[in-house]
Each structure stands twice: as structure tokens, then as C-alpha cells.
């Protein structure tokens, strides 16, 4: 029994913005949530703040690679799929244009590798914090998580675009 082509299609535009509303709560929500009432690095308090952002980290990075990863790298092959499905039903078959396809395939793409390349050393540098021995300066610990924050931008718009040409696409087609 095949899978359809439309299901692959309508699983990975779901993945999309699941993505895309994880990457809202945690760069909007979460990540700022643990640098309320930051202390300076001068402060007394901060050594033991810090420590407890390292201590924290692990809730996020080990959803991201347990969760968040396999449905980025699904996403995709579920575009790469339905865009190679389109392209050979041509450009009047039931998906339409294989590009904008394509184009959702290569920002997962763009995600999974900007998420090893950039984000995966900033979660390392956040996780050290627990017992900063020499590895990680623990006075730049909300620096590390701000910067998380900034770089997670990237996947939030990658996966809002995939999605929203997938969906746009399949719309229009039908």
C-alpha cells in the first residue's frame, strides 16, 4: 500500500510549523523565561545563576535533538519527495510546480545544518555552565543565551517559509 504524495505533503507542512511555533516558545518564551532577573556578572548571585542555566539547558537541547531534529530532517525528505512526485506529474498535475517544493525542501535543510554548524556550540557552551571547569567563561552565560536566541531565529523563519510555500503551492493547485 503507497503512501499518497498529498500525505507526505500534508505531514511535513504540519511538521513546518510545529517547528515554527517551538522555535516562538523558545526564543519568545522559554529562553527568556530563565534570564528574568539575570544578575550582572559583577553580582554575588551570579555564579550560582549561571550553574542554574546550565542545569536548565538540558530540558531545551534534549527536545530539540530528540524531537525537534528527526521531524526537521523528515521535513526534508517529505519536500524532496513531493518535489520529485510533482516533477514527474509535470506542472499540471495534482501538485503542481515541483519548485516551491524544492525550495521547502532546502530550508529544512537549512535548519538541520545551521543547527549542527551554529546553535549546537552555543548549547554546549550553555550546558558547560552546570560545572564550568575552564571550558565556558561563566560570566558570558546570558551573553551565550541571548546569542541562542538570536541564532534560533533562523529556525523560525526557515520553517514558516517551507511551510507556508508548501501550503500555498497545494492551494493553489486545487
Not at 28 to 49: I, K, N, Q, T
Not at 87 to 105: F, H, I, M, N, T
Not at 133 to 140: A, R
Amino acid at each position: 500500500m503507497a503512501v499518497s504524495p498529498e500525505a507526505v505533503l500534508g505531514t511535513t507542512v504540519a511538521f513546518s510549523f510545529i517547528l515554527f511555533g517551538n522555535a516562538i516558545t523558545q526564543s519568545f518564551m522559554g529562553v527568556p523565561a530563565l534570564l528574568v532577573d539575570f544578575p550582572s556578572p559583577s553580582s554575588p548571585e551570579h555564579p550560582a545563576r549561571a550553574r542554574l542555566l546550565g542545569r536548565q539547558w538540558p530540558v531545551f537541547w534534549v527536545v530539540g535533538n530528540q524531537f525537534f531534529r528527526p521531524i526537521s530532517t523528515l521535513g526534508i525528505f517529505g519536500y524532496a519527495y513531493t518535489s520529485w512526485v510533482a516533477s514527474s506529474q509535470g506542472p499540471d498535475g495534482r501538485l503542481g510546480d515541483w519548485r516551491p517544493y524544492a525550495v521547502s525542501a532546502l530550508c529544512h535543510l537549512i535548519t538541520v545544518v545551521h543547527s549542527a554548524a551554529n546553535m549546537q556550540p552555543i548549547n554546549q557552551k550553555i550546558d558547560a555552565l552546570r560545572e564550568p571547569k575552564g571550558k565556558v567563561d561563566p560570566k558570558q552565560a546570558e551573553s551565550y543565551a541571548r546569542k541562542w536566541i538570536k541564532f534560533n531565529t533562523v529556525r523560525l523563519i526557515t520553517p514558516v517559509v517551507a511551510g507556508s510555500l508548501a501550503l500555498f503551492q497545494l492551494l493553489r493547485t486545487n
